[in-house]
């Protein structure tokens, strides 16, 4: 699976305004309802609010990876943002988060929601991967650097 194939270029947020893990979640679902438009952005919200009250997708090392089910598409989409400031996500290491890998998947899918879990964990273990994230100038060199891992690995 390739990050390019599930996150459009329009789907990349270059610095989120949000301060607050709702905040994040509402910024992110926006542009998500805009490239799939029969979604909508107060619904995925609240989708996404539900699935944090579980556990938090915050997985430390500045890095959080919110993600939900919904009805009503055929397959997987994702957006991609980053928080220049940080966002507080309870995230395991108690620490901001700064990066953020938001994935949509279709209600009845199990497969391709665990491959894109999986795959975008992978990549975010490796502190180089992060730092250039976290150092990019902006939107069109963190998709070039996106696209550059997929080509790597």
């Given at each position: 699976?390739?990050?390019?194939?599930?996150?459009?270029?329009?789907?990349?947020?270059?610095?989120?305004?949000?301060?607050?893990?709702?905040?994040?979640?509402?910024?992110?679902?926006?542009?998500?309802?805009?490239?799939?438009?029969?979604?909508?952005?107060?619904?995925?919200?609240?989708?996404?609010?539900?699935?944090?009250?579980?556990?938090?997708?915050?997985?430390?090392?500045?890095?959080?990876?919110?993600?939900?089910?919904?009805?009503?598409?055929?397959?997987?989409?994702?957006?991609?943002?980053?928080?220049?400031?940080?966002?507080?996500?309870?995230?395991?290491?108690?620490?901001?988060?700064?990066?953020?890998?938001?994935?949509?998947?279709?209600?009845?899918?199990?497969?391709?929601?665990?491959k894109a879990?999986?795959?975008?964990?992978?990549?975010?273990?490796?502190?180089?991967?992060?730092?250039?994230?976290l150092d990019?100038?902006?939107?069109?060199?963190?998709?070039?650097?996106?696209?550059?891992?997929?080509?790597?690995?």
């Open positions: 699976m390739r990050i390019q194939d599930i996150v459009s270029p329009e789907a990349i947020v270059d610095d989120l305004r949000a301060g607050s893990k709702e905040g994040v979640l509402r910024e992110l679902s926006e542009v998500i309802a805009k490239i799939v438009p029969k979604l909508s952005a107060d619904s995925l919200t609240a989708i996404l609010m539900e699935r944090e009250s579980l556990g938090s997708t915050g997985i430390g090392d500045g890095v959080a990876i919110p993600h939900g089910k919904v009805g009503g598409i055929e397959h997987l989409v994702a957006a991609f943002g980053r928080s220049r400031n940080g966002v507080l996500f309870d995230s395991l290491d108690g620490k901001p988060a700064h990066l953020f890998f938001l994935i949509v998947a279709p209600e009845y899918s199990a497969g391709m929601h665990l879990l999986a795959r975008i964990s992978r990549l975010l273990k490796d502190e180089r991967f992060r730092r250039s994230l990019a100038e902006d939107a069109d060199e963190l998709q070039r650097i996106l696209r550059e891992e997929d080509a790597g690995s």
